[in-house]
T-cell receptor
Framework: GAGVSQSPSNKVTEKGKDVELRCDPISGHTALYWYRQSLGQGLEFLIYFQGNSAPDKSGLPSDRFSAERTGGSVSTLTIQRTQQEDSAVYLC?????????????FGPGTRLTVT | AQSVAQPEDQVNVAEGNPLTVKCTYSVSGNPYLFWYVQYPNRGLQFLLKYITGDNLVKGSYGFEAEFNKSQTSFHLKKPSALVSDSALYFCAVRGSGGYNKLIFGAGTRLAVHP
């Protein structure tokens, strides 16, 4: 079946511009996660959505970052006034259950470059 | 605080030889442990997980991992490495109180030489 998809695959933007990254989770998966993969920083959790519950935003690095999930499916991660340190690969994942044993399935990522 | 350590930045092994990629963890409560692999320009692929039960867990592509509670380790192993196994491997943990996110290690690059 179809996996997690993300768009765009690559995004180059100028410092100070806003960007939107999109994630389509696996159909039927109730949980959706955003992570960031940076050189020298490894993989870091950003935000988590589960159904209609309030999202866990504990990983968002600043108030320039926000995310929403519409209709319990597609999610967009928005970065306002981008900075060079925002350059990274942004990974989206979904899982069928929030049970602690539920593995997450990752999309291919969006590579963001801020110039 | 929950954490994962992968002490080796890179592991080199000859094709056909056994391989081990090391992972140790620190978490309160019972750990839920995962291994993921990342091929160039690809997302992370799930390999295997330990939740409970047998300490030896078998996963995709012939990989297995051994959970050792006393040593707080979850090393990834494969009896006979393939060149196609060359990739970046991540260990991750989810603690009992933090079920909504994974904590990842820094990753270990595995290079299998012909």
């Amino acid at each position: 079946g179809a996996g997690v998809s993300q768009s765009p695959s690559n995004k180059v933007t100028e410092k100070g511009k806003d960007v939107e990254l999109r994630c389509d989770p696996i159909s039927g998966h109730t949980a959706l996660y955003w992570y960031r993969q940076s050189l020298g920083q490894g993989l870091e959790f950003l935000i988590y959505f589960q159904g209609n519950s309030a999202p866990d935003k504990s990983g968002l690095p600043s108030d320039r970052f926000s995310a929403e999930r519409t209709g319990g499916s597609v999610s967009t991660l928005t970065i306002q006034r981008t900075q060079q340190e925002d350059s990274a690969v942004y990974l989206c994942a979904s899982s069928h259950t929030t049970g602690q044993g539920g593995e997450q399935y990752f999309g291919p990522g969006t590579r963001l470059t801020v110039t | 605080a929950q954490s994962v350590a992968q002490p080796e930045d890179q592991v080199n092994v000859a094709e056909g030889n056994p391989l081990t990629v090391k992972c140790t963890y620190s978490v309160s409560g019972n750990p839920y442990l995962f291994w993921y692999v990342q091929y160039p320009n690809r997302g992370l692929q799930f390999l295997l997980k330990y939740i409970t039960g047998d300490n030896l867990v078998k996963g995709s592509y012939g990989f297995e991992a051994e959970f050792n509670k006393s040593q707080t380790s979850f090393h990834l192993k494969k009896p006979s490495a393939l060149v196609s196994d060359s990739a970046l491997y991540f260990c991750a943990v989810r603690g009992s109180g933090g079920y909504n996110k994974l904590i990842f290690g820094a990753g270990t690059r595995l290079a299998v030489h012909p």
